[in-house]
């Protein structure tokens, strides 16, 4: 079946250092790929898109089709970038991962 | 606010009772979704509409799920004879424009239940 996975349910890293969140897909063909982010008491909300070749907050996620990932990362994480994020992609129509929790301690 | 809204924010049911939750999407948005989310997970894909098509539909929703959007604009989504694993927050969420480049806005939620 065509999915994401979201191998670590929590990640944890100091203010300042690299942070990494995984995303693996299990299909061939041209994936469709975006990653959500949900901050505390708001709205999921999206943060970019594979197509867009975006930097947004910081972030950026290439596309790996040899190990078919997705991954997203910041070079120097903040405080604020504590929240749920998701990966997601739309065979059809949007389906999400199970999340990675982010938390950054000062 | 111009955004998705999605009523009641907050629905306490007994069990084996009927419950309709309403979505109504950013007006523009021709695409309409709907997502169950329980604690720990991510939004699992109920049902999905292209204007007043419900284009697909999760094979996991039991016959007690039904949703409509008529004439493309808001959408219900009712419950049937809810039980207590039904209890979890019902997400909306719209889009529009080319689907490789799709940009979901979500509601708040509607937090269900099921005593």
């Known amino acids: 079946a065509q999915r994401v996975t979201q191998p670590e349910k929590l990640l944890s890293v100091f203010k300042g250092a690299p942070v990494e969140l995984k995303c693996n897909y299990s299909?061939?063909?041209?994936?469709?790929l975006f990653w959500y982010v949900q901050y505390s008491r708001q709205r999921l909300q999206l943060l970019l898109r594979h197509i867009s070749r975006e930097s947004i907050k910081g972030f950026t996620a290439d596309l790996n089709k040899g190990e078919t990932s997705f991954h997203l990362k910041k070079p120097f994480a903040q405080e604020e970038d504590s929240a749920m994020y998701y990966c997601a992609h739309r065979p059809l129509d949007m389906r999400f991962g199970a999340g990675t929790r982010l938390t950054v301690k000062p | 606010d111009t955004g998705v809204s999605q009523d009641p924010r907050h629905k306490i049911t007994k069990r084996g009772q009927n419950v309709t939750f309403r979505c109504d999407p950013i007006?523009?948005?021709?695409?309409l979704y709907w997502y169950r989310q329980t604690l720990g997970q991510g939004p699992e894909f109920l049902t999905y509409?292209?204007?007043?098509?419900?284009?697909?539909k999760s094979r996991l929703l039991s016959d007690r799920f039904s949703a409509e959007r008529p004439k493309g604009s808001f959408s219900t989504l009712e419950i049937q004879r809810t039980e207590q694993g039904d209890s979890a927050m019902y997400l909306c969420?719209?889009?529009?424009?080319?689907?490789?480049?799709?940009?979901?806005?979500f509601g708040s939620g509607t937090q269900l239940s099921v005593l």
């Open positions: 007006s523009e948005h021709n695409r």
């Open positions: 299909y061939s063909g041209s994936p469709e």
């Open positions: 969420a719209s889009s529009s424009g080319f689907p490789t480049n799709e940009k979901l806005f």
């Open positions: 509409f292209q204007n007043e098509a419900q284009l697909e």
